[in-house]
């Protein structure tokens, strides 16, 4: 049974080391929410970490990672989803975020799009943390990454140079799947399948979303605080 995913939305808004400790007490508090069918699940509650448009930067996120991966039980709290675009992040702190992966197995899309700083070494990061984590065997075998801006320093071509370079790659334990089709291009989206142990095919063009709302931690512009509430979506 999985509950709707919990959101904590400060997307837009200006994120600082003050910020941390809620957002880890809000992971670490949140009791654990139910289905439609009133059943509690046994996993750990999942959140959707949204933090895009905001003055974030790579020492911020690499302290805010340290304090959910040192006081946040993976038993009861994950992040299965981190919305970082636009925050002027570079390899460090795509280098956190892999530690993040290696820990939360339930991580399973990093939107960095729009952080010219990140280059090949900080998605190679990413991409060697979820080959490393097995969350093959834990059936949680693929991961999202949206890499996609004017910088010309990361596309298919040079991505496809460097897995070229790994064995696990040329033995086929390591499969990664790109979208566009245009070697050259620099929007990328890696669908990352860890091994062939998975033969679930999801599109490429955008992550699985069977979630119609989430609870969610909203930024309040009246009181320059988040508020919990409940987001209503469609597909």
């Known amino acids: 049974i999985q ?86 992040l570079d390899d460090k702190g795509a280098k956190s975020i892999a530690e993040l992966i290696r ?27 979820a080959y490393e984590s097995g969350r093959s065997h834990k059936g949680k075998s693929w991961l999202y990454i949206n890499k996609w801006d004017a910088s010309p320093n990361v596309n298919q071509g040079i991505l496809k140079s460097r897995l070229g370079e790994l064995n696990n790659y040329k033995e086929g334990k390591l499969r990664v799947e790109f979208w566009p089709s245009s070697p050259q291009t620099n929007e990328v989206h890696v669908v990352l399948k860890v091994s062939d142990s998975s033969h679930r095919k999801f599109p490429l063009h955008r992550v699985p979303n069977q979630f119609e709302s989430s609870h969610t931690l909203q930024n309040d512009s009246k009181h320059g605080k988040g508020t919990w509430g409940k987001r209503n979506r469609g597909r």
């Open 3 to 88: 509950p709707d995913p919990l959101r904590i939305d400060l997307a837009s808004t200006r994120v600082t080391n003050a910020c941390i400790p809620e957002i880890v007490r809000t992971m670490q508090q949140t009791p654990k929410i139910k289905t439609p069918h009133g059943k509690t699940s046994s996993g750990p509650n999942l959140f959707k970490l949204h933090l895009e448009r905001t003055n974030l930067s790579s020492p911020v996120l690499r302290r805010l990672i340290a304090s959910i991966l040192e006081k946040v039980d993976t038993k009861k709290a994950q992040v299965s989803a981190l919305w970082v675009h636009h925050c002027g």
């Open 103 to 129: 820990a939360h197995d339930s991580l399973r899309e990093v939107h960095v799009s729009h952080n010219n700083k990140i280059g090949p070494d900080g998605i190679m990061a990413l991409i060697h943390a």
